[in-house]
């Protein structure tokens, strides 16, 4: 539990669960459900990250309280902020925007839109690159990424897009589990729902789990190469 007041409570999510029942699995496995039933009440969903991504996520305990965070949610009256590592070969500036539509793809992905392209939908996120590692034939970067808009796979299409798809990405990057990085000990989707401030303003903050502080020190111990790290 990361907070709790009269209206809503912030929790740190794991990956590898989902916020809102999963087809095909019973509807008792998702986080909504467990934690429902551990506290002995009703908790309204009022967003979601994806099963992989571990971090902030908020339930709402009231009907009115879920109404107020939904519009805020849909207003864009919140901020959100990931942690996301890379694979990266220095072609990413240290910061900028990308602002890239996108378009609804085959088996439940997303893709960069084409120009004028009927169906689209404006997306943008801002990021900065908090640090890098080029090591033993690795380049990766850990970005800071601030998605203004909520496009479904936003972050995770809008780095791969501009040639740094998140490490262990299944459906993205998967080009970064081979080579000098398929020894990365981070199993999962290596992206982080670090910090998330809705009106109040109340701000939470979920640490870096036990799998992305492994994947830090395993890019530390790593020989460096000529260039070093930055």
Do not use: N
């Not at 969903?45 to 305990?61: K, P, W």
């Not at 590592?85 to 992905?109: M, Q, S």
């Not at 990766?140 to 780095?159: D, E, S």
């Amino acid at each position: 539990m990361l907070y709790e007041d009269v209206d809503l409570i912030a929790v740190a999510k794991p990956a590898g669960i989902t916020v809102i029942p999963a087809r095909d699995e019973p509807a008792d496995d998702c986080l909504q459900a467990r934690l429902a039933a551990a506290r002995g009440e009703r908790l309204w969903i009022v967003h979601r990250i994806d099963r992989d991504t571990s971090g902030v996520v908020v339930f709402a305990r009231t009907a009115a309280a879920h109404r107020t965070l939904s519009m805020a949610f849909e207003h864009r009256d919140v901020d959100k902020r990931y942690l996301a590592w890379v694979a990266d070969d220095g072609g990413l500036p240290d910061a900028g925007v990308i602002d890239v539509a996108l378009h609804a793809a085959r088996k439940g992905k997303s893709r960069p839109a084409a120009p004028d392209e009927p169906g689209a939908r404006a997306a943008r996120t801002e990021y900065a690159v908090e640090r890098r590692w080029r090591k033993d034939g690795a380049a990766v970067a850990r970005v800071r990424c601030h998605p203004v808009t909520g496009r479904h796979h936003q972050i995770r299409v809008h780095l791969r897009s501009a040639g740094a798809p998140i490490l262990r990405d299944a459906l993205y990057g998967k080009v970064t589990s081979r080579g000098a990085l398929a020894a990365a000990p981070c199993a999962r989707l290596a992206l982080h729902a670090a910090q998330l401030t809705v009106p109040g303003p109340r701000t939470f903050v979920a640490p870096l789990p036990d799998d992305l502080v492994a994947l830090e020190a395993w890019l530390d111990a790593m020989p460096a190469t000529a260039e070093g790290a930055a």
